[in-house]
C-alpha cells in the first residue's frame, strides 16, 4: 500500500510540474494576460479540472514557485535548532537559495518573470497577497513560539519587518538583473544587500524568538 500511495504522489507531482511548465513556457511568449487556462490545458493536454486541481487561480500558476519557497522560509524558522534566533534562520534560508541564483538559467528565469509581471497589474496584487498570507504565518509562529497572544503587535512587527527585507532583496534583484547584472557579481551584490539589511534587524531581534533546549 505503502508502494501505490507513493507512486501516486510522485504522479501527481510530476502533473503539477508539467502544467506549471507548460503555463511558464505559455507566460513567456505571450504575456500573462494573454494567456488562458484553458490555453494551459491544451500545451500541457489535461483538461482545465485539472489545471485548477492543482492551481485554482492562474495567478497560482505564475507563483507556483514564488509559494514554495516561502513555504521553505517558513519551515527553515519551524526547524532549527535549539539556541538559535529565528532571524538567523531565516537569514540562513535567504542566503542558501542566493547560491542557486548563480546558474545563468536561473537569472534568465528572474528575467522573464520580471518582464512579465512588469506588463500585468493582476500578477502584481497576487504577489502582493501572497507575501501578506506568508508573513501572517510566520507572524503566527512566532506568536506561537514565543506564548504571545496571535493579536499581538510584537510578532507581527518582528514577522514584517524580517519579511519586508527579503521582499525588498526580491525587488532589488530584479532590477539588477533588468538593469543587466549577472553571474557571480549578482550573487555577491545580493548577499551583501541582505547581510546588511539583516545585519542591522538583527542587532534588535538577536534575543528574540530564541528555540530552547527540548527535554
Excluded at 142 to 150: F, I, R, V, Y
Amino acid at each position: 500500500m505503502a508502494t501505490v500511495t507513493g507512486l501516486r504522489e510522485r504522479k501527481k507531482l510530476q502533473t503539477r510540474q508539467h502544467i506549471f511548465d507548460a503555463a511558464r513556457k505559455l507566460f513567456d511568449q505571450r504575456g500573462f494576460d494573454a494567456v488562458t487556462v484553458a490555453d494551459v490545458a491544451r500545451a500541457a493536454d489535461v483538461s482545465e479540472v485539472t489545471v485548477f486541481n492543482y492551481f485554482p487561480t492562474k495567478e497560482d500558476l505564475f507563483y507556483g514557485g514564488m509559494q514554495f519557497f516561502e513555504e521553505q522560509l517558513i519551515e527553515a524558522v519551524r526547524s532549527r535548532p535549539s539556541g538559535e534566533s529565528a532571524i538567523r534562520a531565516f537569514r540562513q534560508a535567504l542566503l542558501t537559495s542566493i547560491d542557486a541564483l548563480s546558474s545563468p538559467d536561473r537569472q534568465a528565469a528572474v528575467l522573464k518573470a520580471a518582464r512579465v509581471m512588469g506588463s500585468s497589474p493582476a500578477l502584481m496584487a497576487r504577489e502582493r497577497e501572497i507575501v501578506e498570507r506568508y508573513t501572517r504565518r510566520l507572524a503566527e509562529l512566532l506568536a506561537a513560539e514565543t506564548s504571545s497572544d496571535p493579536n499581538d503587535v510584537e510578532p507581527a512587527g518582528m514577522a514584517a519587518a524580517m519579511m519586508g527585507v527579503h521582499r525588498s532583496l526580491v525587488a532589488y534583484t530584479r532590477a539588477q538583473v533588468m538593469a543587466g547584472k549577472r553571474g557571480a557579481r549578482l550573487v555577491d551584490d545580493m548577499k551583501a544587500q541582505l547581510r546588511r539589511a539583516l545585519t542591522r534587524l538583527e542587532k534588535g531581534l538577536s534575543g528574540y524568538a530564541v528555540r530552547r533546549g527540548r527535554g
